[in-house]
């Protein structure tokens, strides 16, 4: 009491706000213990990263060039990237074909490890002899007749249905006498 009577007001405030602080924060650090400290909101939430081949854009204006690149799918388009798989030139050149070189094995990898490649890489893909042919179906007139006919995904021309083969033990209509009349 003594003491009290010799100290400042302010100060024995300060002090009884400094003990309650005190007590709170030991009892969050034993909570914490209790908890564990892992699940604590100081570490951050570890993402899966889903990794895609996708075309990243370079060249100038009208010259399109791109590189086929292995990167995070919530990445910009021409934004960091895990590796350059290759390249892709739309443009003709001077035998008027198109030009792409890729990194064989390491697309492999990228594939076998779960790695997802976007619409156009999926295409180039193809052409290159690495993915089977997508599974290709052509509709019908719209209006029309809802026919879905297969389509050769190398020409783009429709694939006709094969006909069964007619064996040569079996009579044909006109060749059968019990139907002719006398």
Request: contains cysteine; proline residues 9%.
């Amino acid at each position: 009491d003594s003491v009290e009577k010799t100290l400042n007001p302010s100060l024995i405030l300060s002090i009884s706000n400094f003990e309650s602080k005190l007590k709170l924060s030991l009892s969050l650090f034993l909570s914490l213990e209790l908890v564990g400290f892992d699940h604590f909101a100081f570490r951050q939430r570890k993402r899966n990263m889903v990794v895609r081949l996708r075309l990243s854009r370079l060249g100038c204006k009208n010259r399109p060039f791109f590189r086929v690149m292995a990167a995070d799918s919530r990445s910009p388009r021409d934004g960091k990237h895990l590796e350059v798989l290759g390249y892709f030139n739309p443009l003709p050149g001077q035998d008027g074909g198109k030009r792409m070189g890729l990194k064989f094995d390491r697309i492999k990898y990228w594939l076998s490890v779960g790695a997802q490649p976007s619409d156009p890489v999926q295409r180039l893909l193809f052409r290159s002899g690495l993915l089977p042919p997508p599974p290709m179906v052509a509709m019908g007139r719209k209006g029309g007749a809802r026919e879905t006919r297969p389509v050769d995904p190398m020409t783009g021309r429709y694939l006709d249905a094969e006909k069964e083969p007619v064996s040569d033990n079996q009579p044909k209509e006109e060749d059968n006498p019990e139907e002719k009349s006398p």
